[in-house]
């Protein structure tokens, strides 16, 4: 049966100058986990200060009192530990919804940002016009910034809760019907992909090249897409739902991620993160990212390796601006003709394979990668071995998946496998071989 904790909540009205205000907000933290950066344009902040003041701004700030909910956790508990990290780092409350309020304010109050120009009309006083030389707080005039002090309040609402999973569910419902990224949904999940992306966010995002912000968390959704394009391969695509999938527990994303013996997925998106960090340029277009994680799958696949990273980055470079240059058309559809240029707008399995083909190809003449593709006749199953290992499993895998006749040579999705690991001694024969999934391979790794 599910357990349903209960939360305590109090609203307030705080003067716009007043103590309480200031003093919260010096002391509230953002969880980025789950939490939005502030992302207001200048327009859209001056427009709400100019509704606080007017009285039009009734949605409140929520945020979390972490005194309070330190004592609804019992002490030791990872509940305890998570508030008490904020406490021990000068926090008194944690946000939960209003962060683009909350700083819109604070440089409102430092002079960093104006309110929206037009005429007051404030009650015992004459019509009040605010413009250029009186839209900052300081150069307000007297009588309309005494109306703000005297008058004008903000609405908080202060709750306490019992747990982390409580500050996530209180950031969802809050924010239900509201227009959220997926990524910033994604981010507010607890599980262990989630923990797995923002930690090598913090480690790339501040020095990345394809965004000049982190905003909707769009460095976040990049990382994501390499971590299911190394789970799954190109030929699957990458959607909105393959990605929600990445977050289930123990997915194959996650997996492939951390637990994949020898070069796993975060492996992989550091060294594509460090090659970036490398370009003499100062922008890399993340479509272009994305095609420089593809030439490392591809090289992965291939057994081979970089031998200098700064020479291969430089390569990748002037190989992709003619790639993106081609007028060659790779594939043809109801929408028209495409060239590689044309394909690097989506991520689904139709735009990412011709570019992943066309990379491949360009990699064969490569002068700064080693090593050459695993062709061991002793340990690599033929074609025929792969299809009478269909035909004796019924066009299925053990799992149950179903093989299309047509699909069973694609290497990337259907791996041919030693029932018995090669590793073990197990013999490349007919009787030794069968076609598994890419996720059956990987989650049964050098087992029987």
Request: aromatic fraction near 12%.
């Amino acid at each position: 049966m599910t357990v349903i904790n209960t939360a305590s909540f109090a609203y307030h009205q705080w003067p716009l100058t007043g103590q309480d205000l200031s003093h919260f907000l010096h002391k509230v933290a953002l969880d980025n986990s789950f939490n939005r950066y502030a992302c207001w344009k200048e327009n859209s902040a001056s427009e709400f200060l100019r509704n606080v003041i007017v009285g039009f701004a009734p949605n409140p700030i929520i945020f979390a009192n972490l005194k309070n909910c330190l004592e609804y956790c019992i002490e030791g508990s990872p509940e305890y530990d998570y508030f008490s990290d904020w406490i021990e780092k000068g926090y008194e409350y944690l946000a939960i919804d209003g962060n683009n309020r909350t700083t819109s304010i604070r440089k409102y109050l430092n002079d960093e940002t104006s309110i929206a120009h037009g005429t007051f009309m404030i009650p015992g006083s004459s019509p009040i016009t605010i413009d250029d030389d009186t839209d900052t707080f300081k150069n307000h005039p007297i009588e309309f910034k005494k109306y703000i002090e005297n008058n004008v309040t903000v609405t908080v609402c202060e709750y306490n809760l019992s747990s982390r999973e409580q500050v996530s569910d209180l950031f969802y419902y809050v924010n239900e019907g509201k227009p959220l990224k997926d990524q910033e949904k994604r981010n507010a999940l607890i599980c262990k992909m989630a923990d797995e992306i923002r930690a090598i966010t913090a480690k790339f995002e501040s020095n990345n090249k394809m965004y000049k912000n982190n905003i909707h968390y769009k460095f976040d959704e990049l990382m994501v897409k390499c971590a299911v394009l190394f789970s799954n391969g190109p030929s699957s695509g990458i959607s909105q739902a393959t990605m929600y999938d990445a977050y289930k527990d123990n997915s194959i994303t996650y997996q492939a991620w951390v637990k994949k013996p020898g070069m796993n997925g975060r492996r992989m998106t550091e060294i594509a993160n460090r090659l970036a960090n490398l370009y003499t340029g100062k922008t890399i277009n993340p479509s272009t990212f994305l095609n420089l994680f593809m030439s490392l799958y591809a090289l992965n696949m291939d057994k081979k390796k970089i031998e200098n990273e700064s020479a291969y980055i430089d390569w990748f470079m002037s190989t992709e601006a003619k790639r993106l240059g081609s007028k060659t058309i790779l594939i043809s559809n109801s929408k028209g003709d495409h060239t590689y240029e044309g394909l690097c707008g989506a991520t689904t399995k139709g735009d990412l394979v011709p570019r992943y083909d066309m990379i491949k190809k360009d990699l064969e003449n490569c002068p700064f990668v080693s090593g050459q593709p695993d062709l061991d006749p002793n340990r690599i199953f033929t074609r025929v071995h792969r299809y009478e290992a269909w035909k004796r499993q019924g066009g299925k895998t053990p799992g149950g998946d179903i093989i299309p006749e047509s699909e069973i040579n694609d290497t990337e999705k259907w791996h041919a496998d030693h029932i018995v690991p090669f590793s073990m001694g197990g013999l490349t024969t007919m009787e030794n071989c069968q076609l598994i999934s890419k996720r059956e391979n990987l989650q049964k790794g050098n087992r029987i």
